[in-house]
T-cell receptor, first 116, second 115 residues
Framework: AQTVTQSQPEMSVQEAETVTLSCTYD???????LFWYKQPPSRQMILVIR??????QNATENRFSVNFQKAAKSFSLKISDSQLGDAAMYFC?????????????FGKGTKLSVKP | GAGVSQSPSNKVTEKGKDVELRCDPI?????LYWYRQRLGQGLEFLIY????????KSGLPSDRFSAERTGESVSTLTIQRTQQEDSAVYLC?????????????FGSGTQLSVL
């Protein structure tokens, strides 16, 4: 079974600085998707960025980028120029390319605080 | 609607009572998902609907949990004979086709507290 591990329960960053959130996963599949979701206090999960495993190029979305290391099964999220609105829980998630389309597997999350 | 809507936002119930949680997905989204989030934990998958069928219900923790979807729209998650360990936030999400790389759109969840 696939698993997702986020080893940092909490992280803190100064406004305008850069922070990296770690995520590792375990799978025997070769094709899959990886995601980072943000959960603010409103509880509504919001997609931050996604990566297809067959793509070697790291995904980027404005201030958010990932470092995808397929061999190491690592998928970290880098937030540049951190803003107060970035404060939230961040969840790393995995989903098989095929098979059960429903099963998006989440890590336990990292709580990010942004200091003014 | 404009987004995924869940009701009620909060529900307090007594142990042993049945509860129904409702999810209104984004109009036109064929895929609908239910997740459970215990305090301080990640999301646990419960069940996935494609249209009105549930091809994956592997995450339902016991036979006290059931879900249905009608009209390829509204879904109801029912928990019978609630237990204290059922206390959690129940999140619903929808996506257009249910394909692997699709973005899921989440509701704000129902906070269930079982006393």
């Amino acid at each position: 079974a696939q698993t997702v591990t986020q080893s940092q329960p909490e992280m803190s960053v100064q406004e305008a600085e850069t922070v990296t959130l770690s995520c590792t996963y375990d799978t025997s599949e070769s094709d899959y998707y990886l995601f980072w979701y943000k959960q603010p206090p409103s509880r509504q999960m919001i997609l931050v960025i996604r990566q297809e495993a067959y793509k070697q190029q790291n995904a980027t979305e404005n201030r958010f980028s990932v470092n995808f290391q397929k061999a190491a099964k690592s998928f970290s999220l880098k937030i540049s120029d951190s803003q107060l609105g970035d404060a939230a829980m961040y969840f790393c998630a995995y989903r098989n390319y095929g098979g059960s389309q429903g099963n998006l597997i989440f890590g336990k999350g990292t709580k990010l605080s942004v200091k003014p | 609607g404009a987004g995924v809507s869940q009701s009620p936002s909060n529900k307090v119930t007594e142990k042993g009572k049945d509860v129904e949680l409702r999810c209104d997905p984004i109009s036109g989204h064929t895929a609908l998902y239910w997740y459970r989030q215990r305090l301080g934990q990640g999301l646990e998958f419960l069940i996935y609907f494609q249209g009105n069928s549930a091809p994956d219900k592997s995450g339902l923790p016991s036979d006290r949990f059931s879900a249905e979807r009608t009209g390829e729209s509204v879904s109801t998650l029912t928990i019978q004979r609630t237990q204290q360990e059922d206390s959690a936030v129940y999140l619903c999400a929808s996506s257009l086709l249910g394909q692997g790389g699709e973005k899921l759109f989440f509701g704000s969840g129902t906070q269930l507290s079982v006393l």
